[in-house]
C-alpha cells in the first residue's frame, strides 16, 4: 500500500525551525563551553535567534498582507497555515523573546543562574507558542501547547534555591498537565461531533449542518475551559498569582505576554474561525468569562500589597478586555483583541522588567513598600513605571487606552452596551490599584530611604528592554496609532 | 483667517514646554520656572492672537484638520466659535497667573511640566472638534491634576487626589462607551465610521430613545466634571486639598470643561435628549445653586468655603444652558468665564493667605483689613465680582442667565435668584469675619501684599472690571455662535425660542 | 492465536530462568555470618537502632534518563515497519529526530548526568549563602564548645 507522503513546506515553518534549531545550538554550546564563555553571550546569541525568526516572519508577513486574501494558505498536510494571523503571533511572540532575554542577562547573573538553559527553554517555548498560532489542527495545537508549556514549568521553577520558585513549578505544572488533559478531552470531544481534528475539516462540516450536538457543546466547553487555564481567565485563573509570583520574574514577564498570547491564538482561531457558524452557542460562556475576569482580577489587585501579585491580577483583568474582543464575533472584535495584545506584550514586559530590577538580590523585594519613594531615589525608574501603569489603566496618549478603546468599540458594534460599560467601570477599579502604586512611587513622603544599603542599580541590557517597552507604549498610543491599527487590521485576515 | 496652524500650536506649545521643562536638570530649578512662565504667557498671546483676527459669525474658525487614524475616520481637527474663543482665553490668562503666583515648595521643575501638559490638555479640550481627540484630551487632563493634587497638595491630598481620579474616569468610562454607539449608529445609517462632531451632530441617525440614553452617558461624565449635585463630592476636597494654583486651574478652567462639554457637546449632538431632560438638570442646577450656597455659608475653612461657592455657581451655568434661549446660555458662557477669573483670583488670594498664616481657618483670621488694606481691597473686589454686584463682571452674567431661564423656565429662575442673596450673604460674613475687627496675635503682624502679587492680580482685575463695566465686545463674539446652538436646539425640537430672543439682552443697565 | 506462542513460551521460559538463578544462589551460596559482618559500620560500634539506608539519588537520574531515552526508541519501531514506503521522506524525518536526541544526550553527557563515582562540583556556584559563610564573627571557637571529661563547660 503506497502512502501519500506530505510535502514539508520547510518556507512556512522557518521562524519555528530558526527558534528550534537556534535552542539546540545553544544547548550544545552552552554543554561545551559552559566554562569558556562569559554569560551575555547567551543572551546575545538568543536574540540573534530571535530576531532571525523574526526576520522570517516579517518576509512571511510581506507575503501574506501584500495580495490580501490570496496570500494566506495552509501548508504541511493542511497542519499548519500561514496567514497574517499566524506571522502576527510570530512577531508578537519573537518581539517579546528579545525583550524577555535583555531583561533576563542581568537578572541570570544577579542571581546566579545557568545562562545557556535559560535562554534555551525560553526559545523552546516561543517555538510552541508560534507553532499554537500557526496550527491548523487541534492536535498540532496541542503540540504547540505542549511546548510552550513544558518549557514554562522548568523556566517558572529556574531559581530553584528559593522555595517560592520550586512551589511556583510545581503548582503551574500540576495545574497546567491539567488544564492540558481537559483541552485534549475538548479535541476528542470535537472529533467525536464533526469527525476531524483538522479546523478546516471542522469549519467545513458546521458550515455543512446546522443543528448543534451536544458533544459538540462539550467540545466548546472542554477548549475553553483547557485554554482558559493558559490565558488566565477567571475561574481558571487560582494558578495564576502563586505562579507569577514565585517564578523569577523576567520569566513572569514572559509568560504573562507569550503563554497569553499563544493561548489567546488558539482561542481565537478555534472559535472565532473555526466555530464561527456556531457562535451563538458560545459567546454567553465568553462574556461571562470576560466579565468575570475583569471584575474579579481588578477587584482582586486591589487588595493586594505585593506589586508583583497586583500585577498578576492586573493581567486576569487584561485577560478579561481582551476576550471581550473575542465575545464581540466580529472582524473588528478580533483585530481589537489582536491590537490589545501587542500593547499588553509591551506593558507587561516593561512592568514586570521594572518589578526584576526593584526586587534586588534574591527577587525578594516585590512588596510596595520597595517602590517607596522611588519617585525620589530613581526618578527615570519611576517615570517609567508610571507611564506603564497609566497605560495598563488605560489614559490616553498610551497604547494601553487604544486597546482598550478597540474592544470596547467591537463591543459596542456588536451591541454589547452592558459587556462595554462593566468594562469601563471595572477599568476605574483598576485605576485605583495602578494609581496606588505610584502614590507609593510619589508621595508616600519622606521616609523613604530605608534600603539604600542596596542601591537599584539598571544594567545596560534591562534599560534598554525598558526603553523600548515604554517608548512602544506611547509612539503606539500617539503618533503610531494609525499604522498600529492597520497592523492589528492585517493580522485579522484568517484562512478560512 | 491666517495662514499659521495656530490652534494646533495653542494645544501642543504647553505640550512641548512641559517636555522641555523635564528635559531641564532637576537643580536648576529658577531656569524650570522661567521656561514654564515663558511658554505659557505665549501660549496666551496665541490666544490673543485668536482674539484678534477672529471674525464675528457662528462658523468655527482657524480650524486644522489631520488624518490620524484613516480607517476608522478619526482626526486631528480643532476649531474655535465664539463659545469657546473666551474659555481658551481664560485658560491663556489663568495658567501663568496661576504659574506665578503661588509659591511652590519643592521639585519646581516636576510641578511646572505637570502644569504646562495640563495647559495643553484643557487648551485641547476647549478646541477639539472630533470626539476621539476630544475624549482623548478629557482624559488626559486628569493626570496632571492627579499629580498636582497628590504631589503639593495638603494633608489629606492622596485620597483627594485618587477622588478626583476616579469619579472623573468613571464618567469619562460611560462617554466612552456613548461616543462609540453614537459614531457605529452614525456608521449603520450612513455607512462610513466617523467622530467628527459636525458630521454626527449635522447626520443624526438615532432614535429618540436611543438619544437619550446617548446623551445621559455623556451628560454623567459632564455633571461629575462641572459638578452638578449630587455627583459634586469630589469637589471640596479636591479643591481644599489641591496646591494653590491647583485650586486656581480646578476651579478656573477644569469644572468649565464639563459645562462647556454640555455646550458644545450635549446640545450640538443631543438636541432632543437635551431638551427632554432639561428639567432634571435644571433642578439639580437650582438644588446646586442652593445646596452650595448653604452648605458654604457654615463652612469653617475659608477654602472649603470658595470650594462650595463653586458649586453654587456652576449651577448658574447649568440653568443658563438648559434655558434653551440666546441670552440664558450667553449667559452661562459669559458666566463660565466669569466665574473662571474671580474664583480663580479668590483662590489665589486665600492661598496667599495661607503662605502667610498657615491656617485657612475662618476662626483664626480676624482684622486684616487694617494691617493689609491693599490685600483686602482686592479681595472685596474679587468677592462682589463673585457675588455679581452691578459693575463687575458677575453681575452680567448671573443677570443674563436669570433673564434667560425666566423667559422659558420661570419655575427654575425664581428659586434660583435666592442663590444670588445666599451668595452675598456667606462671602460676606465670610469677609467681615476674616477682614473686619481688631487683628490680634499672629494677625497683627499679616503682610501686605507684595509688588509681585499686585502685579499677578492686576490682569484678574482687570477683567473683572472691564467685562462687568463694558461686556459688549466680549457678547457681541459669543452671541453668533449661541444663536446658532439654540437655533439648533429649537430647530430638533420642532419648538420656537420664547420671548424676545432677537433682542441681545443684558449689558450693563 | 498460534503466533503467540513464542511469545509465551519466551514469557515462562524468562520466569523460570530468573526464579531459578534466585534459588539457585540461595541453596548453593555458603552462609557463615557473624555479628560484626551483620553490622552496617565495622567500626566497633554498635547501633542501637537501625540506621537508614543509603540511596544514592543519582540512581534516580539515570533511571529518568533511562526512560526517556527509551520511550524514543520505541519511536523507531513503528517507523522501521513501514521504512520502505516512508522513503526519503522518512529517513530524512528520522535524521532530524534522531539528532534532537543525540543533542540532548551530548548535552547529558558534559553536565556528567552519566558520570559515576564521588559526586563531583558541577557549577561553580556556591549553594550556601555567602555571606554567611564570610562572616568574620563565625570562627571554631565562636562555633565549637569544648568540654572537658565530665561533661561540663571547661573554663
Redesign the interface.
Known amino acids: ?3 501519500e ?1 506530505p510535502r ?1 513546506e520547510w518556507a512556512t515553518i522557518l521562524p519555528e525551525t530558526i527558534l528550534v534549531v537556534g535552542a ?1 545550538l545553544i ?2 554550546g ?3 563551553l ?1 566554562r569558556r564563555l562569559p554569560a551575555w553571550v547567551w543572551t546575545v546569541a538568543s536574540i540573534i535567534i530571535a530576531a532571525g525568526a523574526m526576520v522570517s516572519a516579517w518576509d512571511l508577513w510581506r507575503r501574506v498582507s501584500h495580495n490580501h486574501q490570496g496570500g494566506a494558505h495552509t501548508a504541511i498536510a493542511n497542519a499548519v497555515v500561514v496567514d497574517g494571523f499566524s506571522v502576527y503571533f510570530a512577531l508578537l511572540t519573537c518581539g517579546a523573546v528579545i525583550l524577555a532575554a535583555l531583561m533576563a542577562d542581568s537578572y541570570l547573573r544577579r542571581e ?1 543562574l ?1 545562562a545557556p538553559e535559560f535562554h534555551v527553554l525560553m526559545l523552546l517555548s516561543a517555538s510552541g507558542a508560534l507553532l499554537m498560532a500557526a496550527a491548523n489542527d487541534l492536535i498540532v495545537i496541542f503540540l504547540g501547547l505542549e511546548v510552550l508549556s513544558i518549557a514554562l514549568y522548568v523556566l517558572a521553577g529556574f531559581a530553584q ?1 528559593r522555595a517560592v520558585s520550586r512551589e511556583a513549578a510545581m503548582k503551574y505544572f500540576v495545574l497546567g498537565a491539567f488544564s492540558s488533559a481537559i483541552f485534549l478531552y475538548g479535541v476528542a470531544l470535537a472529533y467525536g461531533a464533526t469527525g476531524s481534528t483538522n479546523l478546516g475539516e471542522i469549519a467545513a462540516f458546521l458550515r455543512a449542518s446546522v443543528s448543534t450536538h451536544a458533544v459538540l457543546l462539550g467540545a466548546f466547553a472542554f477548549l475553553i475551559v483547557g485554554l482558559g487555564f493558559k490565558i488566565a481567565a477567571v475561574p481558571f485563573h487560582m494558578w495564576t498569582p502563586d505562579v507569577y509570583q514565585g517564578s523569577p520574574t523576567p520569566v513572569t514577564g514572559f509568560m504573562a505576554a507569550v503563554a497569553k498570547a499563544a493561548g489567546f491564538a488558539a482561542l481565537l482561531r478555534i472559535f472565532f474561525s473555526t466555530f464561527g457558524t456556531h457562535r451563538l452557542d458560545w459567546q454567553p460562556l465568553i462574556w461571562a468569562l470576560a466579565v468575570l475576569s475583569i471584575l474579579v482580577g481588578s477587584v482582586l489587585a486591589v487588595v493586594q500589597t505585593d506589586v508583583k501579585r497586583m500585577l498578576a491580577y492586573s493581567s486576569i483583568s487584561h485577560a478579561g478586555y481582551i476576550l471581550i474582543g473575542l465575545q464581540a464575533a466580529t472582524v473588528r472584535g478580533l483585530a481589537g483583541s489582536l491590537f490589545y495584545l501587542l500593547a499588553y506584550t509591551f506593558m507587561v514586559l516593561g512592568s514586570f522588567g521594572i518589578v526584576t530590577l526593584v526586587a534586588r538580590d534574591g527577587d525578594a523585594r516585590t512588596g510596595l513598600d520597595a517602590y517607596r519613594g522611588l519617585g525620589q531615589r530613581r ?1 527615570g525608574l519611576a517615570l517609567v513605571f508610571t507611564v506603564l501603569l ?1 497605560a495598563q489603566a488605560g ?3 498610551t497604547s494601553g ?1 487604544l486597546a482598550k ?1 478597540y474592544v ?2 467591537a463591543a ?2 456588536a451591541h454589547s ?1 452592558a459587556l ?2 462593566i468594562a ?2 471595572a ?2 477599579i483598576a ?2 490599584f495602578y ?1 496606588r502604586v505610584i ?1 507609593v512611587m ?2 508616600a513622603g519622606d521616609e523613604a530611604d530605608t534600603a539604600d544599603a542596596d542601591p537599584i542599580r539598571v544594567p545596560f541590557g534591562a534599560g534598554l528592554s525598558l526603553a523600548v517597552s515604554v517608548v512602544a507604549t506611547v509612539i503606539i498610543g500617539t503618533i503610531l ?2 499604522p498600529a ?2 497592523f492589528a ?1 492585517h493580522a485579522s485576515i484568517l484562512r478560512l | 483667517m491666517i495662514d499659521f496652524p495656530l490652534l494646533t500650536t495653542i494645544v501642543l506649545l504647553p505640550a512641548a514646554g512641559a517636555l522641555l521643562v523635564a528635559l531641564v536638570p ?1 537643580r536648576r530649578a529658577d531656569l524650570a520656572k522661567v521656561l514654564g512662565v515663558a511658554v505659557s504667557v505665549g501660549t496666551a498671546v496665541l490666544a490673543v492672537v485668536a482674539l484678534v483676527h477672529f471674525k464675528t459669525n457662528a462658523d468655527y474658525q482657524f480650524v486644522s484638520q489631520h ?6 475616520g478619526i482626526s486631528w481637527k480643532l476649531g474655535l466659535d465664539g463659545i469657546s474663543l473666551f474659555l481658551v482665553l481664560l485658560t491663556g490668562l489663568l495658567f501663568p497667573v496661576a504659574l506665578l503666583g503661588p509659591k511652590v515648595h519643592h521639585d519646581t521643575k516636576a510641578y511646572v511640566a505637570w502644569l504646562l501638559l495640563l495647559e495643553a490638555g484643557c487648551m485641547g479640550v476647549f478646541l477639539a472638534l472630533d470626539l476621539f481627540l476630544f ?3 478629557w ?2 487632563v ?2 496632571p491634576m ?2 498636582l493634587i ?2 503639593w497638595g495638603y494633608e489629606k ?2 485620597y483627594a ?2 477622588k478626583f ?2 469619579y472623573t ?2 464618567g469619562s ?2 462617554m ?2 456613548g461616543i ?2 453614537l ?2 449608529l452614525h456608521q449603520a445609517h450612513f455607512g462610513h465610521l466617523t467622530f467628527d462632531l459636525q458630521t454626527l451632530a449635522r447626520e443624526q441617525s438615532f432614535a429618540h430613545s436611543t438619544g437619550r440614553w446617548l446623551f445621559l452617558a455623556f451628560a454623567i461624565s459632564f455633571a461629575i466634571k462641572v459638578p452638578v449635585f449630587p455627583l459634586h463630592t469630589w469637589l471640596p476636597d479636591a479643591h481644599t486639598e489641591a496646591p494653590t494654583a491647583g485650586s486656581v486651574i480646578l476651579a478656573g478652567v477644569l469644572l468649565k470643561l464639563g459645562t462647556y462639554g454640555f455646550l458644545r457637546f450635549g446640545l450640538e449632538l443631543f438636541p432632543i435628549a437635551a431638551h427632554d431632560l432639561a428639567p432634571v438638570l435644571l433642578t439639580l442646577g437650582v438644588v446646586g445653586i442652593l445646596y452650595g450656597a448653604l452648605v458654604a455659608t457654615v463652612q469653617k475653612d475659608l477654602k472649603r468655603l470658595v470650594a462650595y461657592s463653586s458649586v453654587a455657581h456652576l449651577g448658574f451655568i447649568v440653568l443658563g444652558t438648559f434655558a434653551f434661549t440666546t441670552q440664558g446660555l450667553e449667559g452661562g458662557v459669559l458666566q463660565m468665564v466669569n466665574h473662571g477669573v474671580s474664583t480663580g483670583a479668590l483662590f489665589l488670594l486665600v492661598g496667599w493667605i495661607y503662605e502667610r498664616r498657615h491656617t485657612r481657618e475662618i476662626a483664626e483670621l480676624g482684622g486684616l483689613q487694617k494691617v493689609a488694606p491693599v490685600f483686602a481691597g482686592v479681595f472685596m473686589v474679587v468677592m462682589l465680582s463673585s457675588i455679581g454686584l452691578p459693575g463687575l463682571n458677575g453681575f452680567v452674567g448671573e443677570f443674563l442667565v436669570l433673564i434667560g431661564s425666566f423667559v422659558s423656565r420661570r419655575w427654575w429662575a425664581v428659586p434660583a435668584t435666592a442663590g444670588v442673596i445666599l451668595a452675598a450673604l456667606y462671602l460676606l460674613w465670610a469677609y467681615q469675619r476674616v477682614f473686619h475687627g481688631e487683628p490680634e496675635g499672629e494677625n497683627a503682624t499679616f503682610p501686605e501684599m507684595t509688588w509681585k502679587e499686585r502685579g499677578v492680580m492686576l490682569p484678574l482685575v482687570a477683567a473683572i472690571v472691564f467685562m462687568g463695566v463694558y461686556p459688549r465686545p466680549v457678547l457681541d463674539r459669543i452671541e453668533p455662535a449661541v444663536k446658532r446652538l439654540v437655533q439648533h436646539v429649537h430647530d430638533a425640537n420642532g419648538t420656537h425660542e420664547p420671548g424676545p430672543a432677537a433682542a441681545a439682552g443684558g449689558g450693563n443697565p | 492465536m498460534a503466533q503467540y506462542l513464542p511469545l509465551l513460551a519466551m514469557l515462562i521460559l524468562a520466569t523460570v530462568f530468573a526464579g531459578g538463578s534466585f534459588l539457585a544462589s540461595g541453596l548453593l551460596a555458603p552462609k557463615r555470618p557473624t555479628l560484626a559482618k551483620a553490622a552496617p559500620y565495622e567500626c566497633g560500634i554498635v547501633p542501637d537502632r537501625e540506621p537508614a539506608e543509603r540511596f544514592p539519588v543519582r540512581f534516580y537520574l539515570v533511571a529518568m534518563i533511562f526512560i526517556i531515552f527509551d520511550i524514543e526508541i520505541i519511536f523507531l519501531y513503528p517507523w522501521a515497519v ?1 521504512f520502505r ?3 526519503g ?1 522518512g529517513i530524512f524525518e528520522m535524521v532530524l529526530f534522531t ?2 536526541v543525540f ?2 544526550l ?2 547529558l ?3 556528567g548526568a552519566l558520570d559515576w563515582g564521588p559526586a563531583k562540583r558541577l ?1 561553580a ?3 550556601v549563602d555567602p555571606a554567611g559563610a564570610r562572616d568574620p564573627r563565625r570562627t571554631s571557637s565562636s562555633t565549637v564548645r569544648r568540654i572537658g571529661p565530665t561533661g561540663k563547660e571547661a573554663a
Open positions: 500500500m503506497p502512502l507522503l514539508v539546540m544547548l550544545l552552552g554543554a561545551l559552559r546566579r545557568n534555591r526618578p497609566l489614559v490616553p496618549l487606552f478603546f470596547i468599540s459596542v458594534e452596551y462595554a460599560i469601563m467601570l477599568a476605574v485605576a485605583f494609581l502614590v510619589y508621595m496609532a494609525g491599527f492597520d487590521r | 532637576r488624518v490620524w487614524i484613516k480607517e476608522w475624549f482623548i484630551v482624559e488626559v486628569l493626570v492627579y499629580f497628590g504631589g491630598r492622596v487626589a485618587l481620579f476616579l474616569m468613571a468610562g460611560l466612552l462607551v462609540l454607539a459614531a457605529f | 513501514i514506503q516512508l522513503k521522506f539528532v534532537a543533542v540532548s551530548v548535552y553527557l558534559a553536565n557549577m556556584t556556591p549553594t
